[in-house]
């Protein structure tokens, strides 16, 4: 039933220009094909797997050069191939790192036979400024980072929106694997020799998913991590699915929603403690005690995602500039709608999300909530 479902979705979308070339591609690598070949066919697959065979057959019927552009693996260079069908695909391309315009047209020179000349990946003449990616203005992991900073811990992590911790200005995650690695690579570190107390991070989905068993092997092998879970109500990074702790099924259907702390205790951790992320005093107080326990603790950093919540998480916030020093410790939270303008340090208002940490960090009062009305 998926196979035929598959064949006949309109989400695989056939487009005929030219029949000297045909390229089959999905996703981003779509847009990066229409810029670069604009005068190729094109089958986008929008549904991948299963595979719409005879779509693919037919695809290469009508076209006399058949060339496959995808990122990372040959996923579907392989089962173009597996049908019989004369491809070029990998070959032109490296097999590691996201593909790009300039990376397309280095494709496009192979092809027709020239000399690939390197290229820059922005536009002409655009010189934009080199920056990490950052937590969204108002995220709530932004507080539990930032009171990370004030430790000399080894912090472990995975894959969520939490990883973007790793990048300056937080810089406070050491290390990260798997899902769930972030707890059972702070297990692995102990046993392993490591002297400092180490905190492992993970997404409140990725716990129910691949951390409880990280979690049980703390505990019955007398390991002393300080496990974080950040609990942001949803599974942020793949686009705000529900999970087994929001109450609510993948269909929107109401559920009994599983407590993470309750199955924390169920585990056998003894110290088991919420936290409010915008409350820095809170977090350090939390991550202080704990990690001084010589036992295994969880800490539950819980505030909803602005972006799932679709509104602010309070009133957006300004700086006086009477009354700042200049000092930049506000930069230091890497929120996005906190910019420096020549040495000013302003907040941009369209991007603030009310959530006050800055108004917290700086030392100088400077920094305040709106009043009703010039926050609309
Ligand atoms: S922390 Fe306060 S004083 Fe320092 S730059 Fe930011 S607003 Fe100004
Ligand atoms: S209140 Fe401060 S930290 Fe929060 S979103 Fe606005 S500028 Fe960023």
């Given at each position: 039933?998926?196979?035929?479902?598959?064949?006949?979705?309109?989400?695989?979308?056939?487009?005929m220009?030219?029949?000297?070339?045909?390229?089959i591609?999905?996703?981003?690598?779509?847009?990066?094909?229409?810029?670069?070949?604009?005068?190729?066919?094109?089958?986008?697959?929008?549904?991948?797997?299963?595979?719409?065979?005879?779509?693919?057959?037919?695809?290469?019927?009508?076209?006399?050069?058949?060339v496959?552009?995808?990122?990372?693996?040959?996923?579907?260079?392989?089962?173009?191939?597996?049908?019989?069908?004369k491809?070029?695909?990998?070959?032109?391309?490296?097999?590691?790192?996201?593909?790009?315009v300039?990376?397309?047209?280095?494709?496009?020179?192979?092809?027709?036979?020239?000399e690939?000349?390197?290229?820059?990946?922005?536009?002409?003449?655009?010189?934009?400024?080199?920056?990490?990616?950052?937590f969204?203005?108002?995220?709530?992991?932004?507080?539990?980072?930032?009171?990370?900073?004030?430790?000399?811990v080894?912090?472990?992590g995975?894959?969520?929106?939490?990883?973007?911790?790793?990048?300056p200005?937080?810089?406070?995650?050491?290390?990260?694997?798997?899902?769930?690695?972030?707890?059972?690579?702070?297990?692995?570190?102990?046993?392993?020799?490591?002297?400092r107390?180490?905190?492992?991070?993970?997404?409140?989905?990725?716990?129910?998913?691949?951390?409880?068993?990280?979690?049980?092997?703390?505990v019955?092998?007398r390991g002393?991590?300080?496990?974080?879970?950040?609990?942001?109500?949803?599974?942020?990074?793949t686009?705000?699915?529900?999970?087994?702790g929001?109450?609510?099924?993948?269909?929107?259907?109401?559920?009994?929603?599983?407590?993470?702390?309750?199955?924390?205790?169920?585990?056998?951790?003894r110290?088991?403690?919420?936290?409010?992320?915008y409350?820095?005093?809170?977090?350090q107080?939390?991550?202080?005690?704990?990690?001084?326990?010589?036992?295994?603790?969880?800490?539950?950093?819980?505030?909803?995602c602005?972006?799932?919540?679709r509104?602010?998480?309070?009133?957006?916030?300004?700086?006086?500039?009477?009354?700042?020093?200049?000092?930049?410790?506000?930069?230091?939270?890497?929120?996005?709608?906190i910019?420096?303008?020549?040495?000013?340090?302003?907040?941009?208002q369209?991007?603030?999300?009310?959530?006050?940490?800055?108004?917290?960090?700086c030392?100088?009062?400077?920094?305040?909530?709106?009043?009703?009305?010039?926050?609309?």
């Amino acid at each position: 039933a998926m196979a035929a479902a598959a064949a006949e979705s309109p989400l695989n979308r056939c487009e005929m220009r030219s029949p000297r070339l045909g390229i089959i591609t999905a996703s981003i690598t779509y847009q990066y094909v229409r810029e670069v070949f604009p005068e190729a066919s094109v089958l986008k697959l929008g549904w991948s797997f299963p595979f719409p065979d005879q779509l693919l057959r037919t695809f290469a019927e009508q076209v006399q050069e058949l060339v496959v552009l995808e990122e990372l693996d040959d996923f579907l260079e392989e089962r173009v191939r597996s049908l019989g069908l004369k491809c070029r695909g990998r070959e032109l391309f490296p097999p590691c790192g996201e593909l790009s315009v300039a990376k397309l047209q280095a494709v496009k020179d192979r092809l027709e036979g020239r000399e690939t000349a390197p290229r820059a990946q922005s536009l002409p003449g655009l010189e934009l400024p080199a920056r990490p990616p950052v937590f969204c203005p108002g995220c709530p992991h932004r507080g539990l980072f930032y009171g990370l900073t004030k430790f000399d811990v080894v912090v472990t992590g995975d894959i969520g929106c939490y990883s973007l911790a790793v990048f300056p200005p937080l810089n406070r995650t050491d290390v990260i694997l798997c899902m769930g690695g972030g707890i059972s690579m702070a297990h692995g570190l102990e046993k392993a020799g490591e002297k400092r107390k180490i905190v492992g991070v993970v997404g409140d989905s990725t716990f129910f998913h691949s951390g409880i068993t990280g979690l049980l092997d703390i505990v019955y092998n007398r390991g002393t991590a300080t496990i974080v879970v950040l609990d942001n109500r949803t599974t942020a990074m793949t686009g705000h699915q529900d999970h087994p702790g929001t109450g609510r099924t993948l269909q929107g259907e109401e559920t009994s929603a599983a407590s993470i702390e309750a199955i924390g205790r169920a585990c056998g951790v003894r110290r088991v403690r919420t936290v409010n992320p915008y409350n820095l005093k809170e977090v350090q107080a939390a991550l202080r005690e704990e990690v001084a326990a010589a036992e295994p603790s969880l800490i539950i950093s819980r505030a909803p995602c602005p972006l799932h919540e679709r509104k602010p998480v309070g009133p957006r916030h300004s700086i006086d500039p009477q009354k700042c020093r200049r000092c930049r410790a506000c930069l230091k939270l890497g929120c996005p709608a906190i910019e420096n303008h020549q040495g000013e340090i302003r907040i941009n208002q369209l991007l603030c999300a009310g959530c006050g940490t800055c108004a917290e960090v700086c030392k100088f009062q400077a920094i305040g909530p709106l009043g009703e009305e010039e926050s609309k």
